[in-house]
């Protein structure tokens, strides 16, 4: 069984920056695809983001490319989300996602182990 653990969050103004780490244990993540998720009030989880676990693949959510970067260490057991420029819409509950397969999705269905998230709120 593998836990994941996000921090990181916080509140920040627009145009600011945050970086997000997610922590795994119970087990090594270095063979498993990661992803990160949001999700804002009254809206649906959403994919931002996901990283190969290589990290020689990452692909991006178009509402974010160019301004968040996931990565990741695997002797560390973790992955990282910078995100910089932020805007008000970018304020959601972040959680990190993991599945043990080789490749990278981006649906919410297809990742087997979650965290219980961190805020971000982005304040115009």
């Known amino acids: 069984q593998v836990q994941l653990v996000e921090s990181g969050g916080g509140l920040v103004q627009a145009g600011g920056s945050l970086r997000l780490s997610c922590t795994a244990s119970?087990?090594?993540?270095?063979?498993?695809?990661m992803g990160w998720f949001r999700q804002a009030p009254g809206k649906e989880r959403e994919f931002v983001t996901a990283i190969s676990w290589s990290g020689r693949r990452t692909i991006y959510a178009d509402s974010v490319e160019g301004r968040f970067t996931i990565s990741r260490d695997n002797a560390k057991n973790t992955i990282y989300l910078q995100m910089n420029s932020l805007k008000p819409e970018d304020t959601a509950v972040y959680y990190c996602?993991?599945?043990?397969?080789?490749?990278?999705?981006?649906?919410?269905?297809?990742?087997?182990?979650w965290g219980q998230g961190t805020q971000v709120t982005v304040s115009s």
């Open positions: 119970g087990r090594t993540v270095g063979t498993y695809n």
């Open positions: 996602a993991g599945r043990p397969f080789q490749n990278v999705a981006t649906n919410v269905k297809e990742y087997n182990y």
